[in-house]
């Protein structure tokens, strides 16, 4: 099956994200940023017939905003679930199980809570992750891949950083970005503490609260709304470890295998792109 151009993007919202969003629940946040995406789509939430969120977010979304769509599902997939809420809409909408889907993800987050997460992400914080204790996200599981792709390709401290030097960077602008106007430097990641060495502070990944949505409808349906529609071309979704120490090509990500899927469906190449963005 194919999804190419059979659904597009009409409408998004997003919460601003920030260190913390005090006395925010996660749900109150999918209902908020549901609304600016409607808003933007000049839809009603009665136009919804389909609910995409993380885990099973969408039946308690759905039933908060007093709607009750035919088709709703949620997915997890780490830091790649806000992309695969988009995938399993337009599959959906190609299935026909519904035609105007949401797709919503959040994180609600207060600072004097404690720490969410284990060791690895979703390994569980396994004893050759998180030896030394639990982390936030996969912070330990990033040290064993810091140190293999040092070991197998030579790469640097200094290489490491320059990455979290150019992230940063691209951050700089957004309003809607917690690091807005927070530059730093190779000698500021360098210089910073080690959370699990090599792994330097500036390098982790930072717990964080916010909120976004999108609506994806029927190319048809596409044509006659009033924002121009942002096809969906291609899609690819691959999984690897969980338990990072388990996969004996750890520095080979899953994405080499969904990215070229993805370009065979959309009928592109990757020279094609003229704008690219990464996770992590």
């Given at each position: 099956?194919?999804?190419?151009?059979?659904?597009?993007?009409?409408?998004?919202?997003?919460?601003?994200?920030?260190?913390?969003?005090?006395?925010?629940?996660?749900?109150?946040?999918?209902?908020?940023?549901?609304?600016?995406?409607?808003?933007?789509?000049?839809?009603?939430?009665?136009?919804?017939?389909?609910?995409?969120?993380?885990?099973?977010?969408?039946?308690?979304?759905?039933?908060?905003?007093?709607?009750?769509?035919?088709?709703?599902?949620?997915?997890?997939?780490?830091?790649?679930?806000?992309?695969?809420?988009?995938?399993?809409?337009?599959?959906?909408?190609?299935?026909?199980?519904?035609?105007?889907?949401?797709?919503?993800?959040?994180?609600?987050?207060?600072?004097?809570?404690?720490?969410?997460?284990?060791?690895?992400?979703t390994s569980m914080g396994s004893e050759f992750e998180s030896f030394a204790g639990p982390a936030v996200a996969a912070n330990n599981g990033?040290?064993?891949?810091?140190?293999?792709?040092?070991?197998?390709?030579?790469?640097?401290?200094?290489?490491?950083?320059?990455?979290?030097?150019?992230?940063?960077?691209?951050?700089?602008?957004?309003?809607?970005?917690?690091?807005?106007?927070?530059?730093?430097?190779?000698?500021?990641?360098?210089?910073?503490?080690?959370?699990?060495?090599?792994?330097?502070?500036?390098?982790?990944?930072?717990?964080?609260?916010?909120?976004?949505?999108?609506?994806?409808?029927?190319?048809?349906?596409?044509?006659?709304?009033?924002?121009?529609?942002?096809?969906?071309?291609g899609s690819g979704i691959e999984m690897s470890h969980a338990a990072i120490w388990q996969n004996l090509r750890m520095t080979q990500s899953p994405t080499k295998v969904a990215a070229a899927n993805s370009f065979k469906m959309a009928g592109y190449r990757p020279a094609?792109?003229?704008?690219?963005?990464?996770?992590?």
């Amino acid at each position: 099956m194919s999804i190419r151009g059979k659904a597009a993007i009409v409408g998004f919202g997003e919460i601003p994200t920030r260190r913390a969003l005090p006395g925010r629940s996660a749900t109150g946040l999918l209902a908020e940023v549901a609304k600016l995406a409607l808003d933007s789509a000049h839809l009603q939430k009665q136009d919804i017939n389909g609910v995409v969120t993380i885990d099973g977010a969408g039946n308690g979304l759905a039933e908060y905003i007093d709607i009750y769509p035919r088709f709703a599902t949620g997915v997890q997939m780490a830091g790649a679930s806000g992309a695969t809420t988009i995938a399993v809409a337009a599959a959906a909408i190609e299935a026909g199980y519904a035609d105007t889907i949401l797709c919503a993800i959040s994180l609600a987050r207060d600072v004097t809570a404690p720490p969410v997460g284990a060791g690895g992400g979703t390994s569980m914080g396994s004893e050759f992750e998180s030896f030394a204790g639990p982390a936030v996200a996969a912070n330990n599981g990033y040290g064993l891949l810091y140190q293999r792709h040092m070991y197998e390709y030579g790469t640097t401290a200094a290489q490491m950083a320059r990455m979290a030097v150019n992230q940063r960077f691209n951050a700089l602008e957004n309003p809607n970005s917690a690091f807005q106007g927070q530059p730093i430097s190779v000698d500021d990641v360098l210089n910073s503490r080690y959370t699990n060495e090599p792994l330097h502070l500036l390098e982790c990944v930072m717990p964080c609260a916010g909120a976004e949505a999108l609506i994806v409808t029927t190319a048809e349906r596409a044509k006659a709304m009033p924002n121009r529609p942002v096809y969906i071309l291609g899609s690819g979704i691959e999984m690897s470890h969980a338990a990072i120490w388990q996969n004996l090509r750890m520095t080979q990500s899953p994405t080499k295998v969904a990215a070229a899927n993805s370009f065979k469906m959309a009928g592109y190449r990757p020279a094609d792109m003229q704008f690219a963005q990464f996770y992590d």
